[in-house]
């Protein structure tokens, strides 16, 4: 595992918008590159520290993020409860004591730093593809989605 140090200087457009429930991952992929790139700067300018422990999860990608509230199977778009928009964690956005995980649509895969218990960041590997993908009740994530 490796700890996330580096600050890179990419910066997503503004004209990157949150995407419509029906879309929330498939509306501008980035590349694979792009979102590594996204996602190390994200995690660069959200310590671990200020985001605590805990459980929840950061947008990095640009669009908007399906995820997931309670893991019961009933999710109000199917597949996820509510979209996240670019640059907002699920506890803030939503007011969520806890976030269950994200999802993925087809088509397109995530990348996720892991915060364990408030420790550092580092990066979760493999990539994921799409699907539901569920957390811990001490874990936070930030994703970033690219095309696959």
Known sequence: MVVVTAILS??????LASAAPAESATSTAMSRQAAESALLEYAAL??????????RIGNAWGGGLGVIHVRDGKYT??????????????DAW????????????AGYC?????????GPWYRQLPDLGAGQHF???????IVSIYGC
């Open 77 to 90: 778009y199917g597949t996820h409860d509510a979209v996240l928009p670019f640059d907002q964690w699920s």
């Open 94 to 105: 939503f007011g969520w004591a806890t976030t269950a995980g994200w999802y993925t649509g």
């Open 10 to 15: 990419l910066v997503l457009p503004a004209s």
């Open 110 to 118: 995530t990348m996720q730093l892991r915060s364990d218990g408030g």
């Open 46 to 55: 959200h310590s671990p520290a200020a985001v605590a422990a805990g459980n």
């Open 135 to 141: 957390i811990g009740l001490q874990t936070s994530y």
